[in-house]
């Protein structure tokens, strides 16, 4: 079995990550950094499987064309949502992460810069191929 990379949207200002978590094969983490200024770092309760799923939308979202909208786990405890603009070549994607048991009061929102989407696909294939 090969070891799952993380997935990190964004550049060196502003990004957000799906990761597996070092201290459990089977937890994740999200992180996200804006400007040093605002962070964010929780576990999150995701199987392999919806690791997997999450890769495929977000792929099929990206060779789609279109804005599209992508929750990494469907449910109340959700601790990431990508909303992503076309922009030229690339895609602007409007993330919203919100902590588990903290759906009404606590997020934080952050816009991360163009992403060319060739670019894009070549990273989420090399999420996806890593969970396998």
């Known amino acids: 079995m090969t070891t799952a990379v993380g997935l990190r949207l964004g550049d060196d200002q502003a990004w957000v990550e799906l990761a597996p978590d070092p201290d459990g094969p089977e937890q994740w983490r999200v992180t996200a950094d804006w400007v040093g200024a605002f962070t964010a ?41 990508l909303q992503s603009v076309p922009a030229d070549d690339g895609l602007v994607f409007l993330v919203r992460l919100t902590p588990n048991g903290h759906d009404t009061g606590t997020h934080l929102d952050v816009e991360l810069d163009p992403v060319d989407r060739a670019e894009l696909r070549a990273r989420i294939e090399d999420f996806r191929r890593s969970l396998v």
């Open 41 to 81: 770092d929780f576990e999150t309760d995701l199987e392999p499987e919806e690791a997997a799923a999450f890769a495929d939308a977000l792929l099929a979202g990206v060779d789609g064309g279109g804005p599209f909208r992508l929750e990494v786990t469907e449910g109340r405890n959700n601790p990431l949502l």
